[in-house]
């Protein structure tokens, strides 16, 4: 499954070694027009805008598109666009073409394909996510069509008393604004259910929570209750219409008008080399000593992936609403 | 959308205080045998063993098996079974029918259809889940098959100094063991993430976590790491291939062979009433004294519902396995 | 797969000589009014007015509704019913328990599940398109809020010097009127290929046309041009676009607002018997005297069958529509 | 919906005069060995053997792979491919900017999207059967992994007393050979309605027969049924399960073994021109004098879509085959 969505769906491919990454895009509302200053901004967020926490990689992120725009306006038709990939030490990872890394998925994709592209992490390096950066930028111009917008923001620590190379996790808050009430579905498809689907399918997620999250266990039911806010005259404010939000905007599975606040939580990447750190296809012990380059905070990156993800599931939600109830006919 | 899973497909339906709540279950394989004895176990764990801290609606919850069953081996049609609503004070909503109560879903689903079943929750209640117990239990046979299981426990704490009558959530921690290397997708589609839709789909679930979860954001790549488990000389230990299993048994979005673990987090039962509570349909602040009967902590009775999902999630996967990569064919 | 649908999606179960027939439809506008004598009419029409060419099986058709209707209004979730089988004859079928009829689906459903029920021809009989039937009748009161409705027609001839118990096939022709320009996909999704898969999923179904069908091989392409309709002031008109319908109403999968035109073929009921009528298990011939009831001509009755698949596959991108485009939205 | 397959999915995109067409396989197995020269005898193929019937636009139709292959080998991971747009002449498509031609998808295209590509047919030109083949080719494979064929040929008859420039139409039929008994499913899913949808997939089609179509309107079911194949002591003759063929291997929507027969009829290309040939986004009339190439008869170059379309159908039913039911399993 390298699909994601229902009425607006990417699909992504590529290799992190390979010739390109891309994606197509089935489902974009015909006549958008296409931000490209937007998905510049949004690709220069996921390189990293300051590089001393940030992988050495660098790629230029120069996309082609291919089809579904014309113009600079979207047809309708499925918007493909591919980024080569360049600056690539394939050799860096001639070491591991028999044997796996720990904390690493090389041995899961083995299992699961009896084959894999070793170079790199092949598809399941974080390049993979230079696609949905892209899909979700446009996800967000379609957003910004009903006037929603998305906004994510990191915020990381390093763990205390740390060697100067470690690497460490972090936490990013994300707020989906201007979505009206209605949005989502009950039982399955619930937006809440969706948002975590989508960011932990991102690399590293290792948790998810609504609103307050955990908190929420501390709380009673009365404590946690979101009441209902009313001005002076007992009328209900449309513009806020709880008063605390601990709920994250959605109840039952659909928006209730308020912002939709949620968080995901990531694990550090992994770094373990040296003695024991990898398990060779013979099924015994192999030291190596791995090149490759990572972030010492890819966290730091992630904000406009957690959007990009976040976006998708929004466009993909608004533009697969079901014909509209009576009542909102009127 | 009310129906979860690609291959093995469950579909739920009913009101609370309809007519009965019931499920269709598509793709179920041929020839298993059905062991209405752990439905019935599974079904009275969800009732609640102790009553002390659970509604006092107490559902007979008597099935009606429809299709897809014969003498008591599946036919590989569709399963479609029904549980009557019985035991129902409709009454004792009828001041919700033009209001909607805070921290429900009342609001929500009015602005999603225009129109809703203000009894006993109608769709939005809990009671739905009786369904998703049975196709769980289903969906455990299918696991039983493979040498797979499925178990769950909660975690709650009433906070400190609490009225008598207030209400609070909890945890449910989760595992499934038995489960292969190499179960699940990489980029979209993964292990963690559909668990993940899977949680975020129970009603007033509102965090989840695979394996340590936050914890790992206080560590460094280094710690998180799953160390390879070999033995003096070398060799790996297939039982227990990783030395920790910080990641909860996922890896790239694919099993790793070790238990999958995660966690989900409830909210309490919203239970706010008197003033204010309400918002009426004319917009205006309403006071209503609520009847109906709550769970003083109905998160004792959601292991069994998180076990029912997470065998959905894996029976799912199981059935959809691709054709055998050709390594694993030798 | 059991279901039919996208957005209006219906999942239909139950073996002829089970419980019951039943379906669930998922994704039906919230607030339609359900017209329960549209449904008992088609119901009968699917009986059999006349009884002279169907078979003696004599069904009450008693729908029991269990869920997403209140009031006589549809409350957005899942709508479930079923019909009860009654006149049941299940030791005409003992002999078919461990042989194979020719000509029937006994044979390759043994072959796809390892296990069937055989009684009546289990989840393969004709009994099954009751359930198509009471769901197609509420996608027509989708249909009918677009002011779009469908209907079909049988045609048929008996063949020359026919014994007096022979069967024999036919032609149905159905029209689906008042559909807009515009509905429809390109590639894959296009009305007209819906319109194919939901005819050949009708049992007996061998053979699809659109429009004038295998006339068009016997054409020019001047010929087979359906030209544009204008007035003596050279405007199109608006009411008939354009001058003759060759093409059935759809041009590149899509709807031109002209009526949607496709006929369906069948072949005649298969009914074999005596000598080395059967494929025993044991893979060895079997003369079998098999009792059950047929029909003489079962195609009188599937004109509604028809309509209910059309309608199902019309109401099924009425609601999934993609966001209007700009040119409608002005 | 650009998207053919559940299973083994096909992804297609492009616009005739765009950048490229190009697709991409999800859920092909890995390990798969990449056959080079049959892609490029299938695209030589559908580029046509012998110039004098088809059109004068020649691709070289060299494919760029982007994705899921490694020396020759696919990674189980999606394979995107594109094959850039050379020779187009945009220009003589200049006066179809603002008006629709007859008999075309210009005017369809337009009420559903609002906006089209008009350049060349743009998305609904017959080029995007480039990408079909493509992924046809690869399904293919797949098909030879399980000893599945698949072969179709073309049945054309020029009009009598036809003006030299005179395009025609034709009949395509194709065989499926080596499908073992037991593919496909019942109700929906049904192998030949997933052909018929498949086949009328192809622009042009018009209509679709499964074994002898038509004529078994003009059977009795006595005639019409495939009688079991025994020799003289009685046994199922396993190589031909049946004496005749009629159904065309399918039964109840399920292969019983024999080979899989259908045809799909073409009406010709629309060649109107001249006076009143288009209508003009005015609603007005207009004479166009329209440029571009077609062919003269295309059906001789469809055998290889229609083969491409049914290696499509079969390899997305053979990878995801339900858990094998037991009595296979023995």
New interface residues.
Partial sequence: ????G??F?F?????SH?????G?I??C???LVIDYALIDRDLARRRGADGTLTTARCEADKI?????I?DG?A??????F?IRNGDVHSEDYDALSDCYR????D???????????HRGG???SGR?TVARVVAGAIAKMVLAQHSVSVSATAQT?P?SE??EE??????VECVVTGL???????????L??????????I?S??????????K???????E?????H?DDA???VKEQ??ETN???G????????MPVVFSV????????MGE????GAD???RDVVIGGR?DRCHVMRLPVVVEAMAALVVADL???R??V????EK
């Fill in positions: 499954m390298n699909t994601f229902n009425t769906r699909t992504s491919f590529g290799e390979g010739v390109a990454m891309g197509v089935d489902g509302p015909a006549g082609e598109w291919l089809s579904g014309k306006i047809l309708g038709t499925p918007i493909s591919i720990a904390g690493h998925a041995y899961t994709y083995q299992k699961r394909y009896g084959i894999r592209d092949g598809r399941a993979e620590l763990p740390m060697e470690e690497t460490y996790g972090g936490r009206p009430a209605g949005v989502g579905n009950p039982i399955f498809g619930r809440n259910a969706m948002l975590a689907y989508a960011m932990m399918s690399p997620a290792i948790g998810f929570e609504m609103g307050i999250g955990s929420a266990m501390a709380m009673t039911g009365r946690y209750a979101d009441a209902w009313f007992g009328n209900a219409i709880t601990h709920c994250g959605v109840q039952g599975g659909i928006s209730n008008g939580m990531f694990h550090p990447v992994v770094t373990q024991n750190c990898c398990l099924g015994k012990a990572h608004l533009c697969g079901p014909t109830c009576f009542e909102e």
